[in-house]
């Protein structure tokens, strides 16, 4: 359903829309991301960002298609804002997500928030288990933080606040989740109590801001300068002080040389219909594939046809996600520093074909063929500035790489 404008119009906001060209007299719409726990928090940082900046706003609850479960596109966010709403409230930004290359506009952060480990504050109350059960949200940086980690059975469940009850019920003796969902979920259910511990991720470390379209530089302008001044006066930290995280669950991240994917998919528990549907295959505990001092040789060769090939299937698999630019929209950038560094790599060439190949699609762990799998390796080795040949890659030639995936144009 669309967002339709209020038709009052006040002394304030005629002045204000003379000052910003684009916005309509009943003020500035401001949407939230359907189902997201942070959305309470999202409203009230607008409402107080507006009011101090002097601009009326309406706010929309939403402006997306909320059917589906996959992410939302760069492509769904920008009809989103021309047509439902002049600003995103409450968006996700990360060093590996975080829309560069796209042609919105985003302010400073106002919430600095993350992944964190989340289990029940009373011991006796945690399930006895003799395998480590850790629930996390699907197609959610949760569920990449949760399937590098070893011996565990994965417990997938559709939303943030299932991934928190498996906990709170047993289901599961912890979780992976966005932190702002264990506040949400507090704040409904104040008999329960959790612990809280940071995760050792690049995926877990994200800020939320407001996202605008292209036409709206001027009204971000005046968004940066009101959360300035919150900043300043206190306002924001006031505003946000329920939704940081707690000194336990601010965990040092991981040094990039110690990071890697794994070579293979965690156990996956089916909790739900959906969840039964994305877990078809016969899974195996994989391991971490680390880049060190003593790794190199030259990047396995790849062809012109399979790059191509790559493209397709990524556009038709992997982009609405990772983004049409590999630039990160729900998931991370699969171009750039964050990935493929220029040196001192993080990965190996092995190491995310090995991750890739059973971990991805999230809604299809595994669902390629392995001839596809290496054509979406070319297709990601030609688009971080590796150098096509005549010989094919293959599957076998692919996972044994332990090169560095450091990009270049020299390979």
């Known amino acids: 359903m669309k967002i339709r404008l209020n038709s009052l119009v006040t002394c304030l906001l005629m002045t204000c829309s003379a000052v910003l060209p684009g916005i309509a007299t009943a003020g500035v719409r401001v949407c939230t991301f359907p189902g997201s726990p942070s959305t309470a928090l999202d409203q009230a940082v607008t409402r107080e960002a507006f009011k101090t900046a002097g601009i009326a706003v309406s706010l929309a609850p939403g402006g997306f298609d909320g059917s589906d479960d996959d992410g939302i596109s760069l492509k769904e966010l920008g009809r989103a804002l021309g047509h439902s709403c002049d600003v995103i409230a409450g968006f996700p930004r990360s060093s590996v997500a975080d829309g560069t290359g796209s042609k919105l506009l985003f302010s400073q ?9 989340v289990s029940v504050k009373d011991p006796s109350a945690k399930p006895a288990a003799a395998t480590d059960i850790v629930a996390a949200t699907y197609a959610s940086p949760a569920q990449l933080i949760a399937v590098q980690q070893h011996d565990i059975t994965l417990d997938l469940e559709n939303t943030p606040e299932l991934t928190v009850e498996a906990v709170a019920k047993g289901h599961a003796q912890r979780a992976i989740v966005w932190y702002p969902a264990v506040v949400a979920y507090s704040l409904a259910h104040p008999q329960r ?15 939320l801001v407001f996202a605008f379209g292209p036409a709206h530089a001027a009204l971000q302008q005046r968004i940066d300068a009101a959360l300035a001044k919150m900043t300043a006066n206190g306002k924001l930290a006031a505003l946000t002080l329920q939704w940081a995280m707690p000194d336990t669950a601010q965990a040092a991240q991981p040094a990039t040389d110690r990071f890697a994917y794994m070579d293979g998919p965690v156990r996956v528990a089916a909790s739900s219909d959906m969840a039964q549907a994305r877990a078809r ?8 594939i680390r880049v060190d001092a003593t790794m190199g040789g030259d990047p396995p060769a790849f062809s012109r046809g399979q790059v191509a090939h790559g493209k397709t299937l990524y556009a038709g698999s992997c982009a609405k996600c990772h983004g049409a630019q590999l630039q990160g929209v729900n998931a991370p950038a699969l171009r750039g520093p964050a990935f493929a560094p220029a040196a001192n790599a993080h990965l190996t060439i092995g190491g995310v074909f090995g991750y890739m190949a059973s971990n991805m699609p999230a809604d299809r762990p595994g669902k390629l063929k392995p001839d596809d799998y290496a054509d979406l390796m070319a297709f990601l080795l030609n688009s971080n500035g590796y150098s096509a040949s005549t010989t094919k890659l293959t599957a076998d030639s692919a996972k044994a790489s332990s090169t560095p995936l450091n990009a270049g144009t020299s390979h």
């Open 109 to 117: 952060s106002y919430l600095r928030s993350g992944y964190v480990s």
């Open 193 to 207: 109590h959790f612990e809280v511990a940071g995760t050792a991720s690049p995926y877990a470390d994200w800020q």
């Open 281 to 288: 295959l016969p899974i195996r505990a994989g391991n971490f």
